[in-house]
């Protein structure tokens, strides 16, 4: 079992910075693929960025350029530092861990954090 408990979250302003850590706990030895969804107000959950353990990245098309996603294998962290946050990027965001893409963007298998909130004001 895999436990992960993200942090980081709050309010900012349009155009302001947060960076969301995820850490992990628990036997990680067969864990792939690492990264983020959201669910914004209203929406399903969907998502956002993944990182490999080759350190391959992804992101969706909505956050390219403003988003970027790390991983500290020593500290058995992911994070995601985001920058000129928008309205529309308020969500509660998820860390999600899987052993390979498809199960990783289908929810298939894998775990999930709890969720923090991103709340950003216009």
């Known amino acids: 079992q895999v436990q992960l408990v993200e942090s980081g979250g709050g309010l900012v302003q349009a155009g302001g910075s947060l960076r969301l850590s995820c850490l992990a706990s628990g036997n990680t030895q067969n864990v792939n693929i690492m990264g983020w969804f959201r669910q914004c107000p209203g929406k399903q959950r969907g998502y956002v960025s993944y990182?490999?353990?080759?350190?391959?990245?992804d992101y969706r098309d909505s956050v390219k350029g403003r988003f970027t996603i790390s991983r500290d294998s020593a500290k058995n962290s992911i994070y995601l530092q985001m920058n000129n946050l928008q309205p529309q990027d308020t969500a509660v965001y998820y860390c999600r861990f899987a052993d390979a893409l498809p199960d990783f963007l289908a929810d298939r298998s894998g775990y999930w954090g709890q969720g923090t909130q991103v709340t950003v004001s216009s």
């Open positions: 990182i490999s353990v080759d350190g391959y990245t």
